[in-house]
């Protein structure tokens, strides 16, 4: 395949999933460093923009949630034409869904708090934020070993 194949490249079966990915990933990391951030800021106007930068951010990834989860699926069932799942590929399966689903609580949150003016953010959210960190981790290694990235050797 040539590298600049646009065809080639956004028609592949799994295509879809390998670029939709990188967004919620992206943005949910940044969204969280920013929410770190703005825990620990002491100035109140750095608090207020690395808050809203994080609130925007984790916003973004939620809303990438779905495709990507979609795209998954579609290129599971190209691929494997709908074979029984088993192995790394139910493992990176069950892991992207309950990253997902982690997601899209955690924008939830701040979402809620936004609505609600004067609410201060659930003291709770931050170690969320890091298990979803962790899960979202996990579930990218896995993917790489699914794509190839991660062979041995």
């Given at each position: ?66 495709p990507t989860l979609a795209t998954g699926i579609a290129a599971w069932q190209w691929q494997l034409e709908g074979h029984k799942l088993k192995g790394v590929l139910l ?63």
């Amino acid at each position: 395949m040539h590298p600049f194949d646009l065809k080639s490249a956004l028609l592949a079966k799994h295509a879809q999933h390998v670029v939709l990915i990188h967004f919620p990933i992206a943005l949910f990391l940044t969204g969280a460093a920013f929410d770190f951030a703005a825990h620990w800021a002491k100035d109140a106007t750095k608090k207020a923009t690395l808050a809203a930068a994080a609130y925007f951010n984790l916003l973004a990834a939620a809303v990438f949630v779905p495709p990507t989860l979609a795209t998954g699926i579609a290129a599971w069932q190209w691929q494997l034409e709908g074979h029984k799942l088993k192995g790394v590929l139910l493992l990176h399966l069950t892991l992207g869904c309950t990253s997902g689903l982690l997601i899209c609580v955690i924008a939830w949150i701040h979402f809620r708090q936004r609505r609600a003016s004067g609410s201060t953010l659930p003291s709770y959210r931050l170690p969320l934020e890091l298990l979803t960190a962790l899960v979202v981790a996990l579930t990218a290694h896995l993917g790489g070993f699914l794509s190839g990235v991660n062979l041995p050797g």
